[in-house]
């Protein structure tokens, strides 16, 4: 893999990145979000674990606006996500000002989600010419750069259907980071992968972490958290059960819900 | 390296070409032969009708059937455009989430899909009789002056192809992977944009092929468009054999334009479909005009010693 210098510069804030507190999230009458509250620093991986339907993957939807918080509040970098408030009162915010928002924040999908029609290197240009303004040539060549950092080099002109589940990914985690993101989320990246090219996609993340980047990830690649990950949450139907630094977490469980999940999955 | 644990078994019976006696298939022989002769029938008949086939030929160039393709191809096309279009606003009202919106778009579809053509091609022609003045505050005449043969049509046509369209578009569009709206608005791409950028581009390949159906469609359906005096195929055929006299051999004069026009409209449609199928297979099979000039290389390359003696 080349490294080819940081493609962003991390924050140097103090003030949490993520802040949620006691976030409520309901789909009719199922209610997945049961009071969330946590807090991501800056520069700090944060690993979501727990089992399905647990709502680990629907906090990850919330804090980019992809569903609507029921309750609570869930702020990035300072700002609601969704709203702004005045006074007491809160304003929905129009959906150009959520795309604004979602701009700095990168999300990458289980399922890849990359564009089929378009080549690994159109993906990456796509976001940055679209939202951003940005020229042709310049975000081809920062394409071309991530497309390096990733390690695939030489399969910009590549359609995602002539690629690897790992090498989607990849792309499109390269694909995340052309828009300059603050924060990345990941949705449990490597769940659809053969197991043979999970390490490829886990590598890029962890040279990521180490240059500095944020990032919020759902995973059940307990070896990936514990060697990367800054702080750890078990989330078990809707509420956060346990937390604090991964080695901890997965060596010394507390609660006798994770020790149960744990003891199945390690 | 691990070791080879066993050889593979040396076959025992040598490796050679099977030459065996093929199972006979009687009853294709039979099948092939019968329709072979309902063919020949059906051809005897109509070389012995009473239908002056010599004729046929001389009135294929004949200006005025001429002016008849002309008008059916023009307004066929500007007829399929109007319903695209249409049919696209429809699709995304019928999907929207205002109820208004997706109750007029449903509404519209129910009414045009619901009523004959013909009756609309009438109803727009004869629309003075509801709005005797058109006036649109810049533009003020009489509706009778509007209303010509080839506005009727247009209307008629299109908004009647509206309604398919924005169901074949509908389709298309609910076809594309929700991760899809998905990954780009996690990128801060604005839903028109998604629209117009991921989705509609997918879209396409299932909107494609019912839409080429389509055009084969209205390039027929608009010989209804005689009914309003617009001047298309139909029309031009039937004002010919009233001067000629020759009232079928003017409909196959017709029929055998159709079949060029819908012919060479099937072709365009197998290019396009081949453009929005990008990136959705590892490879494409080669275009007709691809093995043609693959096979005048071969041929080519065969014919070269012979030249060279």
Redesign the interface.
């Known amino acids: 893999m080349t490294r080819l210098g940081k493609d962003f510069a991390p924050s140097t804030s103090d003030r949490p990145m993520v802040r949620a507190e006691g976030v409520h999230k309901s789909f009719g009458l199922a209610h997945v979000l049961k009071g969330i509250d946590l807090e991501v620093n800056p520069r700090e991986v944060f690993c979501l674990i727990g089992p399905s339907g647990s709502g680990k993957s629907t906090f990850l939807r919330c804090i980019n606006h992809l569903e609507k918080i029921s309750a609570g509040r869930l702020s990035v970098d300072g700002s609601l996500v969704g709203y702004r408030q005045s006074g007491d009162k809160l304003y929905e915010l129009k959906e150009k000002e959520v795309a604004a928002q979602r701009r700095d924040i990168g999300m990458v999908f289980q399922r890849f989600n990359l564009f089929p029609h378009m080549t690994a290197l159109e993906n990456i240009m796509e976001a940055p010419i679209q939202v951003k303004r940005e020229s042709k040539a310049a975000s081809r060549e920062r394409a071309q750069r991530l497309m390096d950092r990733v390690g695939l080099g030489d399969k910009t002109s590549h359609y995602p259907a002539q690629l690897s589940g790992g090498q989607q990914q990849r792309v499109a985690i390269a694909r995340a980071l052309a828009m300059e993101p603050k924060l990345m989320l990941f949705d449990e990246p490597t769940s659809a992968l053969d197991p043979e090219l999970v390490g490829e996609v886990l590598d890029v993340m962890r040279d990521l972490a180490e240059d500095g980047m944020t990032m919020i990830v759902v995973t059940h690649e307990m070896g990936f958290a514990r060697e990367v990950g800054d702080s750890l949450v078990f989330m078990d139907d809707g509420v956060v059960v346990e937390s604090g630094h991964p080695r901890e977490v997965l060596t010394n469980p507390q609660h006798e819900r994770t020790q149960s999940f744990l003891s199945k999955v390690l | 390296m691990t070791d080879i644990v066993d050889k593979a078994p040396t076959p025992s019976v040598p490796p050679e070409q099977i030459k065996a006696i093929p199972v006979r298939h009687y009853g294709r022989w039979v099948a092939g032969a019968a329709v072979i002769a309902i063919l020949v029938l059906i051809g005897v008949a109509f070389s012995n009708a009473k239908i002056n086939y010599n004729i046929i030929p001389d009135y294929l160039t004949d200006d005025l059937i001429l002016s008849g393709v002309w008008h059916t191809l023009y307004i066929s096309v500007l007829a399929m455009l109007l319903g695209l279009v249409l049919g696209v606003i429809l699709a995304v009202m019928r999907m929207s989430s205002n109820p208004v919106t997706s109750t007029v778009s449903w509404v519209y579809i129910w009414f045009f899909r619901g009523t004959p053509v013909l009756v609309q091609l009438l109803l727009w022609y004869n629309i003075a009789l509801v709005f005797p003045v058109l006036n649109l505050g810049f533009y003020k005449d009489e509706m009778n002056q509007v209303m010509t043969p080839f506005l009727a049509a247009l209307l008629g046509l299109g908004l009647n192809e509206a309604a398919y369209m924005s169901e074949i578009v509908r389709a298309g569009i609910q076809s594309v ?1 929700e ?2 709206t ?10 028109s ?1 998604t629209l117009r ?2 989705i509609l ?2 879209a396409m390949r299932v909107i494609v092929p019912p839409t080429g159906n389509e055009y084969i469609n209205m390039l027929k359906t608009s010989s209804l468009a005689y009914v309003v005096q617009f001047n298309e195929l139909i029309k031009r055929a039937t004002d010919v054999s009233s001067t000629s006299l020759a009232v079928v051999e003017m409909y196959f004069v017709a029929s055998i334009w159709y079949l060029i026009l819908t012919s060479v409209f099937s072709v365009g449609q197998y290019y396009l479909e081949r453009r ?1 199928a ?5 490879s494409l099979p080669p275009t007709p005009l691809q093995r043609l000039r693959k096979n005048v290389r071969l041929f080519a390359s065969f014919r070269r010693p012979e030249v060279a003696r």
């Open positions: 992977d991760g899809q998905e990954a780009s608005h996690a990128l801060g791409m604005t839903q944009k950028r991921v581009p997918q929005y990008r990136g959705s297979s590892h």
